[in-house]
């Protein structure tokens, strides 16, 4: 069954340091995601992606957060500088075409920002 | 019962017993589905009911929908300790189905 993998499993940087998190989505899904859940928290919406572009992120995507889909495969989060807050589980998800399909989600990575 | 984005519940019951856990919501959305999650770890996908879908069964699972009362209930039957977990109700919205995940709900199945 395909599966959405995510890369690494968990990350330990230093406050202002940049981070890269890996995602492979399922190869013929067409949307993508980026979610966050801080310890003890609800999982909160980051960015979704579409047709190579950025198509709706929320608040919490600021000017130090960026995602790429730089090889038809591969779609990365990049943090720019760290800071203790960013401290989370991001997962990563992708979807087929229609609203009736589900968002697969990625066994997450867990940052730690100290 | 879990309230949309404000949601926080604790639930425990006997094993063998339903579970049910309510949510709701307070916008428009394009579907509701349920998510598993075990100790902060992955999220498992449940089950996903449409907006012009009432009621969805899949296994011991069973999800309703009302779009007049924006709510949401999912039902597990016959309780096994492996569901022990939080429970999501999370809605699709906007163009590209973002998902919008409520607290949760921490379902505990004594012995």
């Known amino acids: 069954e395909p599966e959405v993998t995510q890369t690494p499993s968990h990350q330990v940087t230093q406050m202002g340091q940049e981070v890269i998190l890996r995602c492979v989505p399922i190869?013929?899904?067409?949307?993508f995601y980026w979610y966050r859940q801080i310890l003890g928290q609800k999982v909160e919406f980051l960015v979704s992606?579409?047709?190579?572009?950025?198509?709706?992120k929320s608040e919490i995507f600021d000017d130090q957060f960026s995602v790429e889909r730089p090889d038809g495969s591969n779609f990365t989060l990049k943090i720019r500088s760290t800071k203790l807050e960013d401290s989370a589980m991001y997962f990563c998800?992708?979807?087929?075409?229609?609203?009736?399909?589900?968002?697969?989600f990625g066994p997450g990575t867990r940052l730690t920002v100290l | 019962s879990q309230q949309g984005e404000e949601d926080p519940q604790a639930l425990s019951i006997q094993e063998g017993e339903n579970a049910t856990m309510n949510c709701s919501y307070k916008?428009?959305?394009?579907?509701l589905q349920w998510y598993r999650q075990n100790s902060g770890r992955g999220l498992v996908h449940l089950i996903l009911?449409?907006?012009?879908?009432r009621e969805k069964h899949s296994g011991r699972l069973r999800v309703t929908l009302d779009t007049s009362k924006k709510s949401s209930s999912l039902l597990i039957t016959a309780s096994r300790a492996a569901d022990t977990a939080s429970y999501f109700c999370?809605?699709?919205?906007?163009?590209?189905?973002?998902?919008?995940f409520g607290k949760g709900t921490r379902l505990h199945i004594l012995p």
């Open positions: 998800a992708s979807r087929g075409r229609s609203f009736y399909n589900e968002q697969f």
């Open positions: 190869s013929n899904h067409l949307y």
């Open positions: 992606f579409y047709n190579n572009e950025i198509s709706e």
């Open positions: 916008t428009s959305i394009n579907n």
């Open positions: 009911i449409r907006s012009n879908e």
């Open positions: 999370a809605t699709g919205r906007g163009r590209d189905d973002k998902i919008i």
